[in-house]
């Protein structure tokens, strides 16, 4: 889905990056390139990588569950990790995330969105971990 469309103002009004949100149907995040783990949030949300190429993706898992403080989220990498697509990076509980009041929405932005003349989702439909998200052009 679109960035715009969800509820974190960070992330639907560019502020953060460009990109696509997903609305995952099972709880895990996988890498979607090869690249090193660049970023990593200490409550296990979010974590970024940076790509061969050098893109920097960062991947956001739900509004606000910062709040959560790691509850419900189990890292498998750490920052300096090398990965390659397919590789699991976070697994999370939907249904406690969303029974504690949070929407799992999760934002896939590029952070060094100026190094790129455009960055445009390729789909707007359902995804798996194999499928390109967003396609950057220099």
């Known amino acids: ?17 460009k990109g696509v949100a997903i609305e995952p149907e099972e ?12 970023t990593q949030s200490p409550t296990e949300h979010t974590v970024g990588v940076t790509f061969n190429n050098g893109a920097e993706v960062l991947i956001f898992i739900g509004v606000d ?4 403080n790691g509850q419900f989220f189990i890292q498998y ?17 939907t249904n406690n995330i969303k029974a504690s009041g949070y929407q799992t929405t999760t934002p ?5 969105q100026e190094e790129y003349l455009d960055i ?17 052009s220099v």
């Open 27 to 38: 709880g895990k995040v996988y890498s979607p390139v090869s690249g090193v783990v660049t």
């Open 77 to 93: 990498v750490k920052q300096g990790d090398k990965v390659k697509p397919g590789d699991l990076l976070i697994e999370f509980d």
């Open 65 to 68: 569950t910062v709040n959560l």
């Open 120 to 136: 445009k989702p390729l789909t707007n439909g359902a995804v798996t971990p194999k499928d390109d998200l967003l396609k950057l």
């Open 1 to 17: 889905m679109p960035l715009s469309s969800i509820h974190d103002s960070l992330f639907s009004t560019g502020t953060v990056g």
């Open 108 to 112: 896939v932005v590029i952070t060094n």
